[in-house]
């Protein structure tokens, strides 16, 4: 089992920056691939970023390029998202996941891949 707690979200106006925290408890961290999905009123949830289990490689969804910057830390086993030049539509609950992995190159983007999930914190980006 994996516990996964967020924080880090909050209100703020277009433009503007967060920066998101998940912290793990429970199995090695480092044996987890991390992402951070998404989910607005009515949408479905999407993918944002994701990282590979040693930090050394990124994937990032088209929507947030350039924006978003996804890290890690096996040391204190947390996973951050930092989010730049926020946009309305960026506005959504925002959750990390973790997903068993073998080796440091494959980083899942479908929901289903990921076996824990964090509560959720909620973004919201005024214009």
């Known amino acids: 089992q994996v516990q996964l707690v967020e924080s880090g979200g909050g209100s703020v106006q277009a433009g503007g920056s967060l920066r998101l925290s998940c912290a793990a408890s429970?199995?090695?961290?480092?044996?987890?691939?991390m992402g951070w999905f998404r989910q607005a009123p009515g949408k479905e949830r999407e993918f944002v970023q994701g990282?590979?289990?040693?930090?050394?490689?990124?994937y990032t969804a088209d929507s947030v390029k350039g924006r978003f910057t996804i890290s890690r830390d096996n040391a204190k086993s947390t996973v951050y998202l930092q989010m730049n030049s926020l946009k309305p539509e960026d506005t959504a609950v925002y959750y990390c996941?973790?997903?068993?992995?073998?080796?440091?190159?494959?980083?899942?983007?479908?929901?289903?891949?990921?076996?824990?999930w964090g509560q959720g914190t909620q973004v919201t980006v005024s214009s």
């Open positions: 990282i590979t289990r040693s930090g050394g490689r990124t």
């Open positions: 996941a973790a997903a068993p992995t073998v080796g440091d190159i494959y980083i899942p983007t479908l929901a289903y891949q990921y076996d824990y």
């Open positions: 429970g199995r090695t961290f480092s044996s987890y691939a």
